[in-house]
């Protein structure tokens, strides 16, 4: 039987490893090879690296940041964050990352998920959205969670789906840094009218949330970040306590 | 030296990181030559069984894995396990390499697709296989018509076939390179040989 998947992820800044507060006020954490061994060894069931300065000048210290990490990780890998052309996924892809994560390029274009699944295959091309409760709704914002793109999530998820996207990654914007827990209601409903995995992001603050995103939220896969970076809970802990609660968790 | 053989498909540095893990010398290439005097083969793939049979055939390739398939020691990985069977319900009306008898079949509705993710493996290896999780990424699964050739099997709402072995040849669909320590066993023993 197919086990749910723990993500730890890791948000890179010039090289090193920070977490962001509702994607700002950035505390450093940590060198990425480190962190992301020492994840392998609890148990993490994959990791994403997410590039979040994306500027030009910083897209090298990344890549060899990206194939530091993926030369030391013998679990899957994924990298986010800037990725705008096939150009850039295959650069990545040479550097030995596993799946890459489109978002606001894939906002721009979506051709360039149906692109992307055609030249790599759907299984390396997880689409990402940053959604945020409005007045329309569940609203899809880009560029790192900042502008609002009128998008509502469910029939953005079903287009990119539709497009060849082999996974999503949804991330709540309302949540996300405030350890109050996934946005259940927001995960259930697409995992729920998706086919492909679903991939839950933002606000999880204790292992229980980890266990409601599964059970009540049906989510495939659960990522998180300052869970494991610094309220010294560990993956394999977590995994421990999910596993008790009859959760399926490679042990 | 171990060739891993590159036709664009799929994450080729992720298997040549696994080895380098290893200590063992690998190189990635899509020539004939290096590929006909390598000491062992690795054949990745991901993507599409259709277009990856398009780019072997464009890139002279198709028959050179038909040879060494059957003359070396070879490690098939995913659609590289499945482009060496004969059809694909992926690829309607297209062969495949044909060097193991049998089809693949797209996993019944029901199921989120792809499978992403670790599954549990059943082996009669209880060495390596049995009991292990391994981290799958695929659709599709062989359906091999020599059941003797089948060494390991999972479930995906229903039971598939994982791993296959007949020779020298060992195929599986999920990927050793991205499965941790379990992973690296199996690329282990396949490079030092003591499996095959």
Redesign the interface.
């Known amino acids: 039987m197919l086990t749910k998947r723990i993500i730890p992820c890791l948000d890179v800044k010039d090289g090193q490893v920070v977490k962001g507060k509702c994607f700002m006020d950035l505390q450093l954490a940590g060198d990425p090879v480190t962190m992301a061994t020492f994840y392998e060894n609890q148990g993490a069931d994959e990791l994403v690296l997410l590039d979040i300065t994306a500027s030009i000048e910083d897209r090298h210290t990344f890549l060899d940041v990206v194939s530091q990490v993926a030369k030391h990780l013998s679990i899957p890998l994924t990298v986010g964050g800037g990725i705008r052309t096939l150009s850039d996924i295959r650069h990545l892809l040479n550097a030995g990352v596993d799946k890459v994560s489109l978002n606001t390029a894939a906002l721009k274009t979506p051709q360039l998920i149906r692109q992307a699944a055609e030249n790599f295959g759907s299984q390396c091309i997880i689409l990402s959205m940053d959604v945020k409760r409005t007045e329309l709704g569940w609203e899809v914002f880009s560029h790192s969670g900042t502008v609002s793109t009128g998008k509502n999530a469910l029939e953005w998820a079903l287009i990119g789906q539709q497009l060849g996207a082999g996974e999503l990654l949804v991330t709540s914007i309302d949540r996300d840094g405030s350890q109050e827990g996934y946005d259940l209601e927001l995960i259930q409903t697409l995992a729920s009218r998706l086919s492909i995995p679903i991939i839950a992001s933002g606000g999880v603050g204790k292992w229980e949330d980890i266990k409601d995103v599964f059970t009540k939220g049906k989510a495939d896969a659960a990522l998180a970040a300052s869970l494991f970076h610094f309220n010294g809970c560990s993956v394999k802990q977590v995994k421990t306590l999910l596993a008790q609660e009859n959760i399926l968790v490679r042990l | 030296m171990i060739v891993i053989i590159d036709y664009g498909?799929?994450?080729l540095?992720?298997v040549k990181?696994?080895l380098?893990?290893l200590g063992v010398p690998s190189v990635i290439t899509d020539e004939r030559e290096v590929i006909l005097k390598a000491d062992k083969v690795i054949f990745p793939g991901?993507?599409?069984f259709g277009?990856c049979v398009t780019a072997l055939k464009e890139k002279g390739l198709f028959e050179v894995i038909r040879e060494v398939a059957c003359t070396k020691p070879f490690l098939g990985i995913c659609?590289g396990m499945q482009l060496l069977f004969e059809t694909s319900e992926e690829a309607v009306g297209i062969s495949g390499l044909g060097i193991l008898k049998g089809e693949v079949k797209k996993f019944s509705p029901g199921q989120?697709?792809?499978?992403?993710?670790?599954?549990?493996v059943q082996s009669n290896d209880t060495e390596r296989l049995d009991g292990a999780?391994y981290?799958?990424?695929?659709?599709y699964f062989c359906i091999p018509e020599d059941e003797e050739c089948i060494l390991a099997r999972g479930?995906?709402g229903e039971s598939f076939v994982c791993a296959v072995a007949k020779g020298q040849l060992l195929a599986v669909q999920f990927?050793p390179?991205?499965?941790?320590?379990e992973?690296?066993k199996i690329l282990e023993s396949f490079v030092r040989g003591t499996t095959c």
Not at chain 2, 112 to 120: A, F, I, S
């Open positions: 498909a799929g994450n540095q992720s990181n696994a380098d893990r991901q993507g599409h277009a659609l989120k697709l792809p499978q992403m993710g670790w599954n549990r999780f981290y799958f990424a695929h659709s479930f995906y990927h390179e991205k499965s941790g320590s992973g690296m």
